[in-house]
């Protein structure tokens, strides 16, 4: 048997076999500095299943049977639950501490939606069964689409969207869509305000759309006066973001889309913010056309280190005969699954059925909280942010002032100007202060920008210990206490990492360092 | 509200330090007609136990794949995932935690990205593999846009053993047009695309096993795709093939995308699954998608970071390879959980089991009279053909709590030669007893129907 352990580690720094792995503890955090790979414990002949060795009874594999190595490491189920359980205490996640980032949305996980998405008659259907034998599911589906036109007050909704990005994707595609069904085919210009997600160009570049940039005002809102100057027969629509990036709402949004509809183009809005205005504000009200919906930020599904999501779009009236399919119909006696495009209908976005694990946990998330419910933590997430606000900007300044912010609230970086401390090093040094860091240098309009988002979930202690905290570092930085955050973090499993090197000179993945052992078979 | 934590008192006295009346006020430059007056329509509020129990009375009226025989496949597989595949990924560090932009409070999700990179790379014999995407369909998509960037031409040709939803999800990123060349369904396992390639053509994508169970000739394919200037992209949606079928890299794909839902995810009804997509060195800066780099920290030790963001929406806006944001995170821990859990030994007698099961599966058709099995070669998969239409045939089926397959129909439903047609799936999970069961009611609803 080889082990592969034995071999020399993949990069600087010392790899120590598992079980012997130092235990540093610089500040009374428990985390372990050092976990190796799983290609230097593991070994290809170590297995944590125990799976029957059958004889094949005549192979009908046709002459492709694999005749190169896999080379994959092993472990027993002791060592998986070992490395995978070190491994996760170098996380910061919710339901250790503050997560304040902006525009990402880091609210309370309840365990109750972990609980009922993993019953067997959600976890454990095909998507291609029978629709007679999965009524409960498409009736979940149909409430959850219930909710969000509700919510939002639109005309029909497409869930399947694997993220946020790719229910842009989705609602763009139905713009398109419909403006070559209405001859309007030649409308190629998207203007998206420059304080937008990166994901708004991409998406309308990615259609093939060439993107216009809004300016902003003074106020860091959008102006309906630059929009119109904007405007021309060859706009295809405007991406706006409500409340936007700068965490304000956007207060001449309903004249914004009477221009863009007098000028034949559509408004779409970027969703991510909803959790501020939902169960206040009906985006469609605002005259909106189409809208993606974060469920996992503004419904509460757990972002798993970055997925998976789901972004459902909502549809105007005008744009619900081109939403992808598929979607659910009620039909006679029993609810259908709309599975072919049908006359404007687009296509298909994703092979099956969408997000069903993350439909479970946002509509548990909502009929937990109600509509009630949901109005108050809309409320609550902007009570918060302006509460943080309030008791920050005598020291850390506010770009645009004089306006309340909505769930989050934007400052910028000129209280650091001539101590030597950038905005980064500050973040770091929140970081050996037990919270994670917020959103920095987003938006890009605002120098070294920190967008705080604290969410409706944070209790007025928490947020005292924060604000607590973020003054003292200010007063540190400004006494010219520069160590303290250059040489940050000092608590964490690992200090300042080289971004560059990693991108310099890639390297992707393991590699092993000594020749393969011949197969064992 | 159990998850709202102020009291009424403290609102108070958050909104004195703001300097506000009521949090009405905080709303102040919503447009006064915009702000609902009254609440929105919906149920109010409700307990724990109520939530529950509704969610329980969903769940039951679905039927469970674990319910009864079951042999549908057609892209989504249900395999057995170990006990503590499920316990690790509910800890709370991973479950909740966000994208790594902090890497140095980040590095278990980190470090775990670039052993699945590893994993996936050593899987389908590529150099690199990205951090996952949203499924196998939307990786497909995604591999094609990527091919057109790096070949600078146009034509695409999709192999008649796609996936029919991945053909159509295809169809809608690129459009339809004289560009993009679909072949038509080919259930016995034929099919013309080493003939299609011309000088036009950007890649072409063969799936193995295909749609219909078929394993295809991917060496022949990349030699055909090769001489022409053109991309091979290779497509697999049961991953566990790849545990006793040679690796796509072996025999010279370009890009390999799979659907990683059979390792380490349940069925779900269709989603969240995992995408994962490798590719050669050479074509990283255009692969799209996360990316997990190893580097050290200020004190010489090992660590892991994003890397090569210049390529993504975040900084290069509307430059950027795609519109992508995220990953299928969770869902990637799961897959390498269950991939350490299984090592080379446990996926080798993992796919074994899958085919010797399926053996028996495609043995048994065999003995039914009126059942044409339509595959010479297959890994866990197979294509039927009856006598008669087979959507009733397979309803009837389900009356009896047997998921008999997939009729074809459902997928191809404007395909005369697809309507007799079911594709079926054996996994490590049939049991003879089921096998037995579905022999014996698919012989007495094709003699039903004849009558």
């Known amino acids: 048997m080889s082990m592969n352990n034995q071999g020399r580690p993949t990069g600087v720094g010392t790899a120590v076999p598992a079980g012997t792995s130092d235990f540093t503890s610089t500040s009374g955090s428990s985390l372990l500095p050092n976990e190796p790979l799983l290609f230097e414990i593991g070994d290809r002949e170590h297995s944590g299943v125990d799976l029957p060795d059958v004889a094949i009874d005549g192979s009908f594999l046709g002459g492709f049977e694999r005749k190169s190595e896999i080379d994959l490491a092993g472990l027993t189920e002791p060592e998986t639950l070992r490395h995978y359980v070190r491994l996760s205490r170098l996380n910061y996640s919710i339901d250790s501490g503050m997560y304040p980032l902006g525009s990402c949305t880091m609210k309370h996980n309840p365990r109750l939606n972990e609980k009922m998405a993993r019953l067997a008659g959600f976890a454990d259907i095909h998507p291609l069964q029978p629709v007679s034998t999965v009524q409960g599911a498409l009736a979940l589906m149909d409430e959850l689409a219930h909710w969000l036109m509700t919510l939002t007050n639109t005309a029909a909704v497409c869930l399947t969207p694997k993220a946020g990005a790719h229910g842009e994707m989705a609602g763009m595609m139905a713009i398109k869509a419909a403006q070559e069904a209405a001859g309007q085919g030649h409308r190629k210009i998207v203007l998206v305000p420059e304080s937008a997600h990166g994901t708004n160009p991409a998406t309308a570049a990615f259609l093939g759309y060439s993107v216009k940039a809004v300016p902003a005002r003074d106020d860091g809102t959008v102006d309906v006066e630059a929009v119109k100057a904007a405007l021309s027969p060859d706009v295809a629509a405007i991406m706006l973001t409500n409340p936007n990036t700068c965490g304000l709402f956007e207060p001449e949004v309903i004249d914004i889309a009477a221009a863009v509809h007098e000028a034949g183009a559509f408004f779409y809005c970027d969703g991510a913010n909803f959790n501020a205005i939902m169960g206040v504000v009906r985006p469609g009200d605002l005259g909106i056309d189409a809208m993606h919906i974060n469920l996992h930020k503004t419904f509460s599904t757990p972002h798993g280190g970055g997925g998976p999501g789901a972004g459902p779009v909502v549809l105007s009236a005008a744009l619900a005969p081109f939403a992808p399919v598929p979607f659910v119909r009620k039909g006679e006696g029993q609810l259908a699954l709309v599975e072919h495009a049908e006359g404007q209908h687009l296509g298909r976005i994703t092979a099956f059925n969408g997000q069903m694990g993350m439909y479970v946990r946002a509509l548990i998330y909502m009929l937990s909280h109600g509509g009630d419910g949901l109005a108050q933590a809309a409320k609550d997430a902007v009570l918060n942010a302006n509460y943080i606000k309030a008791r920050l900007e005598r020291v850390f300044s506010v770009p645009f002032p004089g306006q309340p912010c909505m769930h989050e609230a934007l400052f910028d970086d000129s209280f650091l100007e001539g101590t030597g401390v950038s905005t980064l090093d500050f973040a770091k040094a929140l970081i050996d202060e037990g919270f994670h860091p917020m959103t920095m240098y987003f938006p890009l309009v605002v120098h070294g920008a920190m967008l705080v988002e604290p969410t409706e979930s944070e209790s007025k202690q928490t947020l005292d210990r924060f604000c607590d905290v973020m003054l003292e570092l200010a007063t540190d930085a400004r006494a010219g206490n520069v160590a303290r955050f250059t040489s940050a973090p000092l608590n964490a499993p690992r200090r300042r990492l080289d971004e560059t090197r990693a991108a310099r000179s890639p390297v992707l993945k393991w590699e092993r360092q000594e020749p393969l052992p011949e197969a064992a078979e | ?451």
């Open chain 2, 1 to 451: 509200m159990r998850y709202l934590p102020h009291s009424e008192h403290e609102r108070a006295d958050m909104l004195a330090v703001i300097g506000a009346r009521t949090a009405e006020d905080l709303f102040a430059r919503v447009p006064a007609h915009a702000l609902l007056r009254e609440p929105v329509n919906l149920p109010r509020h409700a307990p724990e136990f109520l939530v529950e129990a509704r969610m329980k009375a969903l769940a039951g009226r679905n039927h469970a794949a674990g319910d009864g025989p079951f042999f549908i496949g057609a892209g989504a597989y249900r395999h057995h995932v170990p006990a503590s595949v499920d316990h690790l990924i509910q800890r709370s560090e991973w479950l909740t935690a966000y994208t790594p932009y902090q890497p140095e409070v980040s590095q278990g999700t980190l470090q775990m990205l670039f052993e699945f990179q590893t994993q996936v790379a050593h899987l389908t014999g590529m150099e690199v593999a990205n951090a996952s995407m949203y499924d196998g369909s939307t990786a497909t998509a995604e591999a094609v846009l990527m091919a057109r960037r790096l070949t600078r031409r146009n034509r695409i040709i999709l192999s008649g053993g796609l996936h029919p939803h991945y053909r159509d999800v295809v169809r809608t990123y690129l459009g339809d047009g004289p560009d993009l060349v679909c072949l038509p369904p080919s259930p016995e396992g034929q099919g013309d695309i080493l003939n299609r390639i011309d000088a036009e053509t950007a890649a072409i994508v063969v799936q193995t096993p295909d749609f219909y169970g078929h394993l295809r000739d991917l060496r022949a394919a990349a030699d055909a795709a090769h001489a022409a200037g053109a991309l091979l992209i290779v497509v697999v949606t049961e991953v566990v093939s790849l545990g006793l079928i040679e690796a796509p890299g072996a025999l010279g794909a370009d890009i390999v995308v799979c659907e990683g839902q059979s390792i380490g995810n349940s069925l779900n009804f269709g989603g969240p699954y995992v995408g994962l997509m490798a590719t050669r060195k050479e074509f990283i800066r255009q692969m799209p998608g996360r990316l997990c780099g190893e580097t050290v920290d200020a004190d010489g030790n090992r660590g892991f970071v994003l890397t090569l963001s210049t390529r993504e929406q975040h900084i290069r806006r509307e430059k950027a390879t795609s519109n992508i944001c995220t990953n299928s995170g969770l869902c990637a821990l799961a897959f390498s959980i269950h991939m350490s859990l299984l090592g080379e030994a446990g996926l080798k007698k993992l796919a074994r089991l899958n085919h010797h099961n399926a053996v028996k599966l495609a043995r048994m058709l065999g003995t039914v009279p009126g059942v044409e099995l339509l595959n010479k070669s297959f890994f866990n998969e197979m294509t039927i053909r009856l006598p008669v239409p087979a959507a009733p045939v397979v309803e009837m089926l389900a009356k009896a709590e047997v998921l008999a397959g997939l009729p074809v129909s459902r997928l191809e439903p404007d395909n005369p030669a697809c309507e007799n047609l079911i594709v079926l799936a054996a996994t490590e999970l049939t049991t003879d007893d089921d096998i037995a069961m579905l022999a014996e009611c698919l012989h007495a609803a094709l003699a039903e129907d004849v009558q």
